[in-house]
């Protein structure tokens, strides 16, 4: 009897140790699935340069925990498998499509990853479309060089594979799981729930979505962005403002646009930049860019674009590495400073000066006499829309304008930056200076071997290791290699002279 009362509360202290266990483990579990769930992690990179190539800007879809997936590219497993679950529809994997890789990593440069809600994400960041390689012959090593027009990429292969290969009926939860652990990686218990309860259905409809509002702009009758463009507005109009793309006029619906350089920012601010010019501010034109590539008002991440945009504002173009004739570069800088100087300033801005002349403002359609679809794919309506974006933030546009023409701008670095124009119409800098009739009417666009003779890219080769570079045809809506006259009556001996010079611009 006496020992009754100590039995009592020893088992109440069991049963309470018990009960405490057990809501410390329910309270581990409910953090974990919490933590998963509120999970919002990128793969950081120190080095800005790795930041540049690999890092996350905030593209990686998944606004809400509603939507884990639905953006321009699918999960980080499925992004790796399709290749192999739809194999004849890109037989050479994403490197045929101009995509770079570089040994010890497993994603291209342009394509970032982040966990996001429980799911391993990838995006695309500013490499994708402003980094690329040069050789110096066809059995030279391939050198990377960043902030460098893309052109070699072909974004709308990659764009159309993936909606293609995501709607294949071979693309199901166990192909997916079944290539991505055949390739020696894990699916987490997470990710391995979210297959089973329908993330692959939720995948072929959201795909679906987008393919159906993307298409018009994507369409067989339009030519082709082909390598080293992008449309800038119409998929913008598409996927971020749900604009229904079949209502437009199609001269509106043809904008495929010349990858720019991101070099030099800091002397760039102020100047009227973007192919028409509609911008003044970088600050505006990156994060506009940013947008263009996926990042929606609700994932951007604008600390990571900082470090990007701080580190451009003084990147200098790589200097022209081939021999240059110095005596005939002096007679060329002459013949730039009466002809040239006051629409594309002095070679100062290599150096981040704008030491000579003007730039940076927009030239009359009329006059300027270049392929108008560019110009015309970017309204007024456009320009509205864009303003309603981050109303009542610090990041809300303000600067954006329709203007009439295409914008001059400072020709850094200009040996890298071919084709030339805005649309990438005309190969080399000797073939602009040369009358409209007399520049190649078609040509090849993708190839990396560099042609010291022109300035520019080496453009009669059809094809490499069975990756098809892009046959461009002048006479294409969107296509014209007309206009930008400037020079094009200069003896030959004086564009001999203009070209040297622009070598070491
Ligand atoms: C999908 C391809 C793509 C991605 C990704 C991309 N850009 Fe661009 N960028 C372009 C194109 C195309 C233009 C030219 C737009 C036009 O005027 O039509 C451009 C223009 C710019 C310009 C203006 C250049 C000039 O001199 O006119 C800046 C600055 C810029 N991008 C910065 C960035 C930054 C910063 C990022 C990443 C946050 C980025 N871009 C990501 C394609 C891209
Ligand atoms: C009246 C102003 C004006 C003059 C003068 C002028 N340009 Fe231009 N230039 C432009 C404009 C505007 C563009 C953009 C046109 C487009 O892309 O449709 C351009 C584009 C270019 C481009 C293509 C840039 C790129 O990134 O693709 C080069 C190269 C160029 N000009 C070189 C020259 C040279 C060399 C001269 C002197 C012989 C010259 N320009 C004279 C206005 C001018």
């Not at 980080?76 to 192999?84: E, G």
């Not at 002096?330 to 100062?348: K, S, T």
């Not at 071919?418 to 190649?440: C, F, I, M, W």
């Amino acid at each position: 009897m006496l020992s009754q009362p100590s039995i009592v509360p020893r088992r109440q202290r069991i049963k309470d140790l018990i009960l405490a266990i057990v809501l410390i483990a329910a309270g581990v579990v409910f953090f974990r699935i919490a933590g998963t769930l509120a999970s919002n992690q990128p793969v950081v990179y120190a080095d800005i340069v790795e930041h540049f190539k690999y890092g996350s800007i905030g593209s990686e879809p998944g606004g809400s925990l509603l939507q884990p997936i639905g953006g321009a590219l699918p999960p980080y497993m499925v992004f790796k498998t399709l290749p192999a679950m739809c194999s004849e529809r890109l037989p050479g994997g994403y490197a045929s499509t101009g995509l770079i890789f570089e040994p010890g990593h497993d994603l291209p440069i342009g394509v970032s990853r982040r966990r996001r809600f429980g799911v391993e994400q990838v995006g695309f960041n500013c490499a994708l479309c402003h980094t690329s390689t040069v050789r110096d012959s066809p059995a030279a090593p391939r050198r990377i060089v960043l902030g460098m027009p893309a052109q070699q990429l072909d974004l709308q292969a990659v764009v159309r594979f993936i909606l293609e290969c995501s709607l294949d009926g071979r693309v199901t939860a166990e192909n997916i799981r079944g290539h991505f652990e055949a390739s020696g990686q894990r699916v987490s218990l997470f990710e391995r729930i979210l297959l089973r309860v329908g993330l692959v259905d939720r995948l072929k409809i959201q795909t679906l979505e987008l393919r159906n509002r993307m298409q018009p702009s994507l369409g067989d009758n339009l030519p082709d962005w082909g390598r080293g463009r992008v449309d800038t507005f119409n998929p913008y109009k598409a996927v971020q403002f749900n604009w229904p793309l079949r209502k437009l006029p199609e001269s509106e619906l043809i904008g495929a646009s010349d990858y720019p350089s991101l070099w030099n920012q800091a002397p760039r601010e102020g100047l009227q930049l973007h192919w028409d010019g509609d911008n003044d501010s970088v600050d505006e034109r990156n994060l506009s860019a940013a947008l263009g590539a996926g990042v929606t008002p609700v994932t951007v991440d604008h600390a990571s674009i900082k470090r990007i945009r701080d580190w451009i504002w003084t990147l200098p173009p790589p200097e022209y590495p081939y021999p240059v004739d110095r005596d005939l570069a002096a007679r060329g800088a002459e013949v730039y400073r009466q002809h040239c100087v006051n629409c594309h300033a002095g070679a100062g801005f290599r150096k981040g000066s704008r030491d000579a002349g003007r730039v940076g403002f927009v030239v009359p359609i009329d006059e300027i006499g270049t392929d108008p679809h560019r110009l015309d794919s970017y309204t007024e309506a456009f320009a509205a829309n864009q303003y309603s974006l981050y109303p009542e933030s610090p990041y809300r546009f303000t600067h954006f304008r329709k203007t009439n023409g295409y914008a001059t701008h400072p020709l850094d670095g200009i040996w890298l930056r071919g084709p030339y124009l805005h649309n990438g119409s005309v190969p080399t800098l000797r073939d602009l200076l040369e009358a409209p009739e007399r520049r190649p009417k078609t040509f090849y666009r993708g190839y990396d071997v560099f042609d010291q003779r022109n300035v520019g890219f080496i453009s009669t080769v059809p094809s490499e290791g069975g990756h098809q570079f892009t046959a461009f045809d002048t006479s294409r809506p969107g296509n014209s290699n007309g206009g930008h006259l400037y020079g094009t009556t200069l003896s030959d001996a004086e564009k001999s002279a203009l070209v040297e010079y622009l070598k070491v611009f």
